[in-house]
T-cell receptor, first 113, second 113 residues
Framework: GDSVTQMEGPVTLSEEAFLTINCTYT??????LFWYVQYPGEGLQLLLK?????DKGSNKGFEATYRKETTSFHLEKGSVQVSDSAVYFC????????????FGKGTKLTVNP | NAGVTQTPKFQVLKTGQSMTLQCAQD?????MYWYRQDPGMGLRLIYY???????DKGEVPNGYNVSRLNKREFSLRLESAAPSQTSVYFC????????????FGDGTRLSIL
């Protein structure tokens, strides 16, 4: 079945450091890929998405590129802020839209001033 | 805009008690979902409703029932609560078939003693 593997956390960084959270997937066909963010005490919010190979999703300084050859969708940000502290989830939808999302286990990021 | 509203936000039950978690969305979405979030497990799909009048099992349906009351509302029922059902429950909605992201509520934190 479809699955998502993302790097184990927690990740602790200093403000202005570079962030990478790795995500790889297994799916049939051509899935859509998503990064969701969950701030403390809140639900999940869509951070960015990509729907086909070589697409780059971006939002709030975060970026991720859909790499079909390596089945990856790594999340990056050049300079993190304290307000970026949250749990980040990589997810896929194998039916091409947002139907029946399959999530990774989440990576908790803490950014210290 | 309210988006996806879940009630209650917190609940404590005793083993064997029953409870219904309520979810309503005001975005005119056709699909709705129930997930549970457990530490180190990410989000796992319990049940979903692709459209009004239909419901289907997700990854972890045992011990739960759902009702799609109308287009706006999708409830999750625990008939006889067990400690293993202690979790944070999230409802989400989306537009099935339109390649758009799911929108999440803020969650219900449920503890079963």
């Amino acid at each position: 079945g479809d699955s998502v593997t993302q790097m184990e956390g927690p990740v602790t960084l200093s403000e202005e450091a570079f962030l990478t959270i790795n995500c790889t997937y297994t799916a049939t066909g051509y899935p859509s890929l998503f990064w969701y963010v969950q701030y403390p005490g809140e639900g999940l919010q869509l951070l960015l998405k990509a729907t086909k190979a070589d697409d780059k999703g971006s939002n709030k300084g975060f970026e991720a590129t859909y790499r079909k050859e390596t089945t990856s969708f790594h999340l990056e940000k050049g300079s993190v802020q304290v307000s970026d502290s949250a749990v980040y989830f990589c997810a896929l939808s194998s039916q091409g839209g947002s139907e029946k999302l399959v999530f990774g286990k989440g990576t908790k990021l803490t950014v210290n001033p | 805009n309210a988006g996806v509203t879940q009630t209650p936000k917190f609940q404590v039950l005793k083993t064997g008690q029953s409870m219904t978690l309520q979810c309503a969305q005001d975005m005119n979405h056709n699909s709705m979902y129930w997930y549970r979030q457990d530490p180190g497990m990410g989000l796992r799909l319990i049940y979903y409703s692709a459209s009004e009048g239909t419901t289907d099992k997700g990854e972890v349906p045992n011990g739960y029932n759902v009702s799609r009351l109308n287009k706006r509302e999708f409830s999750l029922r625990l008939e006889s609560a067990a400690p293993s059902q202690t979790s944070v429950y999230f409802c989400a909605s989306g537009r099935w078939g339109y390649n758009q992201p799911q929108h999440f509520g803020d969650g219900t934190r449920l503890s079963i003693l």
